[in-house]
């Protein structure tokens, strides 16, 4: 395709732009809102997952050995278990760490309750691994696999924790997924709209230019190019506002609600729009682009 050409369909894309702007505008402002909300769950969903991961670290399951177990057999199940892949982490627990951490959670006095039983620890036959998961839907598979390991007495897990954590993330991200959808069908649909309406003005001057020799391409592109100008501009314009949102936000929270970041860290800046913003614009330029296209093949029949 030569530059000129190039240039002229480029130009033809801003006309039919112009020529319906309500029109136009009404696609634009529907990709930014839509794309806007996309933004907003994004984040959202994000913070959530990555609280859900904070929160799994904190669900560990205990394995306790049999009586009297060898120190040498206590390290064979520790390696069995870190075989295991989605192990998260693995901390050896002995009978006096246990019985230390029971007196703290339960006595006013824990100096008092130790000194009461002396050296006689009451939790002796108690030492664990305290084993989380990187995948806390996998608890049960793992509560399964330590029970049979020779030597496990038993095996201490919350397993309606984790199930309800499971749920909860899973429905979040398909409700999510739901939401997303249905805003970009409205946006397809408004730019659909919006093209045939710039179709049915230009019906004549299309069938001169297919009279003088005008391929299919060259009537085509201009309508697909104002799909993909719709488009690219109705991504940045809400990436740009989440950009700038999102930092006041956390500044705000941090500022006026210690408690939800000293027990939640949300996700940085960075992190989030290093993924949002590439996928903001592939949404934005694919919605005009895959508008244009269905909608120039359905009634531009040249």
């Known amino acids: 395709m030569k530059i000129s050409t190039f240039f002229y369909i480029l130009k033809q894309g801003f006309v039919n732009i112009k020529r319906n702007i309500l029109f136009s505008l009404a696609s634009l402002g529907t990709i930014i809102s839509c794309l806007f909300l996309f933004g907003i769950i994004y984040s959202v969903v994000i913070n959530f997952q990555s609280g859900v991961k904070d929160l799994e670290s904190t669900i560990t399951i205990s394995v306790f050995f049999d009586k009297d177990l060898s120190e040498e057999n206590i390290q064979l199940i520790g390696e069995q278990i870190r075989l295991v892949d989605y192990v998260n982490t693995m901390d050896f627990i002995s009978a006096d760490e246990a019985w230390e951490s029971f007196c703290e959670q339960n006595y006013d006095d824990p100096e008092a309750a130790k000194e009461a039983f002396g050296k006689n620890n009451p939790l002796r036959n108690s030492a664990s691994y305290s084993v989380t998961l990187k995948d806390v839907s996998k608890q049960a598979e793992f509560v399964e696999y330590a029970k049979g390991l020779q030597g496990v007495r038993r095996v201490k897990s919350s397993e309606v924790t984790a199930d309800s954590i499971s749920t909860l993330s899973s429905l979040v991200g398909y409700a999510s997924i739901g939401i997303v959808v249905i805003l970009m069908l409205v946006s397809i649909f408004l730019i659909s709209n919006t093209i ?52 006041k936000i956390l500044t705000y929270v941090a500022g006026r609600f210690k408690v939800i970041t000293s027990i939640f860290a949300f996700v940085s800046q960075e992190e989030l729009f290093k993924t949002m913003i590439p996928v903001g614009l592939i949404l934005g330029i694919g919605v005009g682009l895959f508008g244009s296209l269905v909608t120039t093949r359905k009634h531009l029949k040249v």
């Open 196 to 247: 045939t309406i710039g179709i049915t003005v230009r019906k004549e001057e299309i069938g001169i230019m297919k009279l003088i020799g005008a391929t299919n391409f060259f009537v085509r592109a201009p309508f697909i190019i104002e799909g993909i100008i719709i488009g690219a501009v109705g991504s940045v314009i809400p990436l740009v506002l989440l950009y700038e949102m999102y930092e």
